[in-house]
């Protein structure tokens, strides 16, 4: 039986040779206590293709299915064009263009990213839930990275805990900067409930931005991001924070951009290590169109 989306396959290596199933799972693809029960409940194991517990002792060269049990797809399909930067059986990610919301709402029904790809795997066949491990804003662009299964999911997050997960984002910027390079540590929270704007409170939630300048222009700057915690609007507040707002952010930054209509913010990389091949490997996402036309007129002004 081949791996898919809901099914894996390690052979036994001489190092758990007479271990218990559980153990080796545990040791080789981290599978937490809580996936353990949910595959009992919902999936199987096979040990050399016959069913078995997870107290049997297996050897090396034996051959151990993990079927995870397949999932409902939880979002109605609808035909929105993705850009698909990469996919395997564990994760997908997509360039998202700006003014796209993520998943639905009261308001964003049928028209989500999270419709798109329903759409997407319902042509492919694949049934899973879409379980997405960072989101952006509405009117961010860049990439998003979706995790198709419970064991891709728990072992994502396991890395982001272990800050291990690199997140890369390019922002236009009010201004010049005064130090070319550097760390924002500024604390994070909401001054009211009623207000949806962030902003840097002594009691609000650590959070760590690093940032460094790649080109500059007569009255703005292009900065590349990098996020150590993410908290909501976190770029957004930060370079508010230090006097440099992002372009075209009518909720932080009252000076309209002519030139932009939306926050010049997008998602340009993420990098981590894909949990089933155990390679890290980085994915980038190219500017759109409107920030290269932004890019331009900065350039030309």
Same mark, same amino acid.
């Given at each position: 039986?081949k791996?898919?989306?809901?099914?894996l396959?390690?052979?036994?290596?001489l190092?758990?040779?007479?271990m218990?199933?559980?153990?080796?799972?545990?040791?080789?693809?981290?599978?937490?206590t809580?996936?353990?029960?949910?595959i009992?409940?919902n999936?199987?194991?096979?040990?050399?293709?016959?069913k078995?517990?997870?107290?049997?002792?297996?050897?090396?060269g034996?051959t151990?299915?993990?079927?995870?049990?397949?999932?409902?797809?939880?979002?109605?399909?609808?035909?929105?064009?993705?850009?698909?930067v990469?996919?395997?059986?564990?994760?997908l990610?997509?360039?998202?263009?700006?003014?796209?919301?993520?998943?639905?709402?009261?308001?964003?029904?049928?028209?989500?990213?999270?419709?798109?790809i329903?759409?997407?795997?319902?042509?492919?066949?694949?049934?899973?839930?879409?379980?997405f491990?960072?989101?952006i804003?509405?009117?961010?662009?860049?990439?998003? @990275?979706?995790? &198709?299964?419970?064991?891709? %999911?728990?072992? #994502?997050?396991?890395?982001? +805990? !272990?800050?291990?997960?690199e997140? *890369?984002?390019?922002?236009?910027?009010?201004?010049? @900067?005064?130090? &070319?390079?550097?760390?924002? %540590?500024?604390? #994070?929270?909401?001054?009211? +409930? !009623?207000?949806?704007?962030r902003? *840097?409170?002594?009691?609000?939630?650590?959070?760590i931005?690093?940032?460094?300048?790649?080109?500059?222009?007569?009255?703005a700057?292009?900065?590349?991001?990098?996020?150590?915690?993410?908290?909501t609007?976190?770029?957004?507040?930060?370079?508010?924070?230090?006097?440099?707002?992002?372009?075209?952010?009518s909720?932080?930054?009252?000076?309209?951009?002519?030139?932009?209509?939306?926050?010049?913010?997008?998602?340009?990389?993420?990098?981590?290590?894909?949990p089933?091949?155990?390679?890290?490997?980085?994915?980038?996402a190219?500017?759109?169109?409107d920030?290269?036309?932004?890019?331009?007129?900065?350039e030309?002004?």
């Amino acid at each position: 039986m081949k791996e898919n989306h809901h099914r894996l396959v390690y052979k036994v290596d001489l190092k758990y040779d007479g271990m218990k199933i559980k153990e080796i799972l545990r040791e080789e693809l981290s599978l937490s206590t809580r996936l353990l029960k949910s595959i009992k409940d919902n999936g199987y194991i096979l040990l050399n293709h016959e069913k078995t517990k997870w107290f049997k002792s297996a050897y090396e060269g034996d051959t151990i299915l993990i079927e995870m049990g397949e999932e409902n797809i939880d979002a109605a399909p609808a035909p929105i064009p993705l850009d698909i930067v990469y996919e395997d059986e564990d994760v997908l990610l997509v360039n998202k263009q700006s003014g796209l919301v993520a998943h639905p709402t009261k308001g964003h029904i049928y028209d989500t990213l999270a419709n798109g790809i329903a759409h997407h795997w319902t042509e492919k066949g694949i049934s899973c839930k879409i379980r997405f491990v960072n989101r952006i804003d509405m009117d961010t662009s860049g990439i998003i @990275l979706i995790a &198709k299964n419970k064991f891709a %999911h728990q072992n #994502i997050q396991r890395q982001m +805990e !272990e800050n291990k997960v690199e997140k *890369v984002y390019w922002a236009f910027v009010e201004g010049k @900067l005064g130090d &070319k390079q550097g760390v924002i %540590h500024a604390p #994070i929270g909401l001054a009211s +409930e !009623e207000d949806i704007r962030r902003t *840097v409170l002594e009691n609000g939630r650590p959070s760590i931005t690093h940032y460094q300048v790649i080109q500059e222009y007569k009255n703005a700057s292009l900065v590349e991001l990098k996020l150590e915690t993410g908290r909501t609007h976190q770029i957004r507040v930060h370079m508010k924070y230090i006097g440099h707002p992002l372009l075209g952010d009518s909720l932080y930054n009252p000076e309209a951009s002519k030139y932009i209509h939306r926050q010049a913010l997008h998602a340009r990389e993420i990098g981590f290590t894909l949990p089933r091949k155990k390679v890290y490997k980085k994915f980038s996402a190219p500017l759109p169109e409107d920030m290269e036309y932004l890019r331009k007129c900065l350039e030309q002004n």
